[in-house]
């Protein structure tokens, strides 16, 4: 059973484009996280989405963000006009629709770097 | 709102030594509690799972604790190894609402010196 992945693992942006995350989850979740590492700082939490979904988007940035979960295909972490802030490292995490011990599994990450 | 501290930020140990990590959070309303591992430029490793029903978990050379109602878990690493060395996350899972979110500590860099 294949871990989450995500791709790409680095991704070089220059100011002003876009960049666009992907997360498959593992076989059989269908619930699916986002989170964001800044340099020298911790994880914190962006969304929460099911399937076609948004369960809950608080973490997210007002602007220029935006995530989704088709039916069909991996979950999409958008972010439009990206600015030098944005570089940090990007994590999912997905976890199953019923399971005893409720554990998110990490992907390996996308490290987002705008110049 | 949840904060999750950790301390120390960073620890230095030679080879062999027993150590202690710890963690704490202000609100003892959490589902669960994990200690993830992570090394540099990589993603997350998990270590162990605490239910917030339960007090201790182990595995291996791990040792995790939580006191839920004082809001603290300690990660307890026997005879310590070159290995270990990584960056040592702590986090609470919440649920909320109908929503449920992970809120992790800045971690504790530990260095094991051979």
């Known amino acids: 059973n294949a871990g989450v992945m995500q791709n790409p693992r680095h991704l070089v942006r220059r100011r002003g484009q876009e960049a666009r995350l992907r997360c498959s989850p593992m076989?059989?979740?269908?619930?699916v996280y986002w989170y964001r590492q800044l340099p020298e700082e911790g994880l914190k939490f962006m969304v929460y989405l099911q399937k076609e979904n948004i369960i809950d988007e608080s973490g997210m940035p007002k602007e220029r963000f935006s995530a989704e979960f088709p039916k069909e295909g991996p979950s999409i972490l958008r972010i439009q006009q990206v600015v030098r802030g944005d570089s940090a490292a990007y994590f999912c995490?997905?976890?199953?629709?019923?399971?005893?011990?409720?554990?998110?599994?990490f992907g390996p990450g996308t490290r987002l770097t705008v110049t | 709102k949840q904060e999750v501290t950790q301390i120390p930020a960073a620890l230095s140990v030679p080879e062999g030594e027993n150590l202690v990590l710890n963690c704490s959070f202000t609100?003892?309303?959490?589902?669960?509690l994990q200690w993830f591992r992570q090394d540099p430029g990589k993603g997350l490793t998990s270590l162990l799972l605490i239910q917030s029903s339960q007090r201790e978990q182990t595995s291996g050379r791990l040792n995790a604790s939580l006191d839920k109602s004082s809001g603290r878990s300690t990660l307890y690493i026997a005879a310590s190894q070159p290995g270990d060395s990584a960056t040592y996350l702590c986090?609470?899972?919440?649920?909320?609402?109908?929503?449920?979110?992970?809120?992790f500590g800045k971690g504790t860099k530990l260095t094991v010196n051979p």
């Open positions: 076989k059989g979740h269908s619930h």
């Open positions: 609100d003892s309303a959490i589902y669960n």
């Open positions: 995490a997905s976890s199953p629709l019923a399971t005893i011990s409720y554990e998110q599994y």
């Open positions: 986090a609470v899972r919440l649920l909320q609402g109908g929503s449920e979110k992970l809120v």
